[in-house]
């Protein structure tokens, strides 16, 4: 009864655009996760995504038509500039984060709260904050931004693999033996910036951070070569975000906050096979 | 010929000078010990060398057939946290990064060369374990075979036997001096200076800011150096 359901919802292109959009974008997200949880970077998204949500604010009270174009210079120049102040600043790299993300996130609401004339200003609030039916409502013209960007992620990761690879592992050893570590920390700063504007999308500013973290954390409780992780976070991702788009259109439910609850619970189900495993 | 010229260097952190105005000469074949108490400067003027740090002022010029690819780097420390998700074999391999250029994939020389330094320091046998569990010992056997897949040329080697027990402690220094035999130029910060005595070709003691002894080994130990090092002050 639900696949007859299904096949009715599926009719209708939309949903088959927030599908093809949602897979795409989480795979973009976990790819990333990989390199950022294991630098210890988890919570760039999170700061990123409340840059690019103050960006939006501007964009929407300057009545801009498209705020993509505005949001990925400004979200690229502040993950530039937060990745980079990893090291040799007097502000911890955590603390920078904070301070940017909740610094971004109370403009960006009070500009929106000063100058929007829209009446629905908490609902337009609350759909950007968790993406709650954005994603079902994608024009033509940003499905194709979307699935666009979303390649050009998946090939650069693709490209420079081995470079992110030794990069996150161990930087100090590919300065020290030539490689050029600030030109690819660039291009991956420059696709972080990417993805999370990509993912605003998908399940809103505040739960990015779940898409980063959950595949790759979870991948890490079973598989210890880096080779392995990278393919099982992607499939975890793609997984979890197939069901949770095909469970909300069925139940009703919030399309962010139920792709980031299957997460939640991909996560334990991975813990609890960890468990096993290490025991057997 | 001369690898590495390091002229009038002043190192330091944060304003405090450790290593004041320090000249030496590396050439080909050379196995350079830096010695010296902790806290001395040795470790900042390694990772000076290999342009993680700023010197203060002075130059450091490298040979004229070499460039920082030709440098193999064996860390103190590995900044990548516990449960880092690598196998041996793919730390090993990521040596071959810097001549791999803009090509995506490693090559079969590359993973052959992998295969080759992973032998060579024994560590094939457990190619496919997770970096992150194998004993202190074997992490530095697979980070020498990263930096062997680098260059054969010049390996830089910051305390490598530090927590290790002794029977691993000499197999490394064993498998160092072969290195040498090799042909590879070393230089290696260590704080056993009857070990640098016995194996290296010359001898960088950093003393204080001001008083850095730089020689052969033999110079070294005829020296007032070594005279007031060694227990008595007999010389070794």
Redesign the interface.
């Known amino acids: 009864m639900i696949i007859e359901q299904l096949k009715i919802y599926f009719e209708y292109p939309f949903v088959r655009y927030a599908l093809i959009v949602g897979v795409l974008v989480a795979l973009s997200a976990s790819l990333l996760g990989v390199t950022l949880v ?1 630098k ?1 970077f988890s919570f760039i998204g999170d700061g990123l995504s409340h840059v690019a949500f103050g960006v939006m604010a501007i964009a929407s009270v300057l009545k801009l038509t498209n705020s993509i174009l505005l949001m990925l210079p400004v979200t690229i120049i502040c993950a530039v500039l937060l990745l980079s102040l990893g090291s040799g600043t007097k502000i911890q790299g955590d603390a920078a984060i904070a301070m940017i993300s909740v610094g971004t996130l109370a403009t960006g609401y009070l500009i929106m709260n000063r100058f929007a004339k829209n009446s629905n200003l908490a609902g337009d609030v609350c759909t950007t904050l968790f993406g709650s039916t954005k994603i079902l409502t994608l024009s033509q013209i940003e499905v194709y931004i979307s699935i666009g960007f979303s390649i050009l992620v998946i090939a650069v990761f ?6 992110v ?2 990069i ?12 050029n570590v600030k030109v690819y920390n660039l291009i991956i700063s420059i696709v972080i910036a990417l993805v999370i504007v990509l993912a605003m999308n998908l399940v809103g500013t505040l739960l990015i951070s779940a898409l980063v973290v959950f595949p790759v954390v979870s ?2 409780r079973l ?7 990278t393919v099982c976070a992607v499939i975890f991702s793609i997984i979890s975000t197939i069901l949770g788009i095909l469970i909300s259109i069925i139940a009703g439910t919030p399309v962010g906050s139920t792709i980031v609850a299957m997460d939640v619970l991909g996560f334990f189900v991975f813990c609890l096979l960890g468990f096993f495993i290490r025991k057997a | 010929m001369f690898q590495l010229s390091c002229e009038n260097l002043v190192l330091g952190y944060e304003g405090r000078v450790v290593i004041n105005n320090l000249s030496f000469r590396v050439t080909a074949g050379d196995y350079l010990c830096i010695v010296g108490e902790n806290g001395s400067g040795k470790t900042t003027l390694m990772k000076t060398i290999l342009g993680l740090k700023t010197a203060m002022s002075g130059h450091i010029e490298l040979g004229p057939d070499i460039t920082t690819k030709d440098f193999g780097y064996l860390p103190q420390q590995i900044s990548a946290q516990q449960d880092f998700p690598a196998t041996v074999k793919e730390v090993v391999l990521s040596g071959c990064l810097n001549h791999s250029g803009l090509r995506p994939f490693y090559t079969k020389a590359d993973r052959q060369l992998a295969e080759t330094s992973m032998v060579k320091l024994s560590i094939s046998g457990i190619a496919s374990h997770r970096f992150a569990e194998l004993s202190g010992g074997q992490q530095q056997r697979a980070l020498l075979a990263r930096a062997l897949c680098a260059t054969q040329k010049i390996l830089l080697l910051d305390e490598p036997v530090s927590g290790l027990d002794m029977k691993t402690t000499a197999d490394t220094y064993d498998i160092v001096a072969e290195l040498n035999k090799e042909g590879t130029t070393i230089i290696m910060i260590s704080h056993d200076i009857n070990m640098a005595v016995q194996y290296a070709s010359h001898i960088l003691y950093v003393i204080g800011p001001e008083a850095v002894y730089f020689g052969s080994t033999k110079d070294f130990l005829s020296s007032n150096v070594a005279a007031n090092l060694s227990p008595g002050g007999k010389g070794f």
């Open positions: 294991l210890r693709l490209v420079f693999y081995n470079k690879f030794a996150t592992f161990d930087e100090d050893f590919a300065v020290a033996t030539g490689v991948a890490m598989f210890k070569s880096f080779k392995a992780v």
